[in-house]
């Protein structure tokens, strides 16, 4: 990676932090119920028998209303789990409450319930990212997990959900950046030709 685009990079992270940090809980709530509604009206989430979706932190898009209708609908859901440096896998989340706080502070599936996923039946992956741009290219947070995960779900329909300043017109990228085919905002859907 050039050291400009290096430096681009950690700029907007530190710049999408702020903006973050800024955003009060009930601009938060209500943001993320306006994604979730788009979200959950979607053909590439209404058509999808197997979802991963990330266990928001609190600074996130909050997901519990999506979960809570993936398994109304009798969604086969999964969220990931770190493997091994750079690499993470999905783990199958057989309910809310199968959850307990694992590394860095993140919910994963508790250790005696916890079974890996087909990757190969994911119809639609939820991705997180500090940026998106309307090119579907996003800004992970720098550890390049879903840079090298989503390139083994090639089938799965990727989907951002991003408050409207986390998207921007381009994004500083580089060949092992993985794009996403979706972002949902409170006030768009950008579809990724």
Do not use: W
């Not at 700029?11 to 601009?27: A, G, P, T, V």
């Amino acid at each position: 990676m050039s050291e400009d685009i290096f430096t681009q990079k950690k700029i907007l992270r530190k710049e999408m932090r702020i903006k973050r940090s800024e955003f009060s809980r009930e601009e938060l709530e209500k943001a993320s119920h306006g994604i979730i509604s788009k979200l959950l009206a979607h053909p590439a989430y209404l058509n999808a028998k197997s979802v991963m979706a990330y266990e928001s932190m609190p600074e996130e898009i909050q997901l519990r209303e999506f979960f809570e209708d993936c398994f109304a609908k009798g969604k086969k859901v999964s969220i990931p789990f770190i493997v091994g440096r750079g690499n993470l896998r999905p783990v199958l989340l057989p309910a809310i409450d199968a959850l307990e706080v694992g590394d860095f502070g993140i919910l994963t599936v508790r250790k005696d319930l916890r079974k890996f996923a087909d990757m190969n039946e994911l119809d639609c992956v939820i991705v997180p990212g500090a940026a998106f741009d309307v090119h579907g290219n996003r800004l992970g947070l720098g550890g390049g997990y879903y840079d090298r995960f989503l390139k083994l779900v090639p089938n799965a329909k990727k989907i951002a959900l991003a408050c409207d300043f986390q998207v921007k017109e381009d994004l500083p990228i580089t060949p092992q950046d993985s794009a996403v085919d979706i972002v949902i905002t409170p006030t768009r859907i950008i579809e990724v030709g």
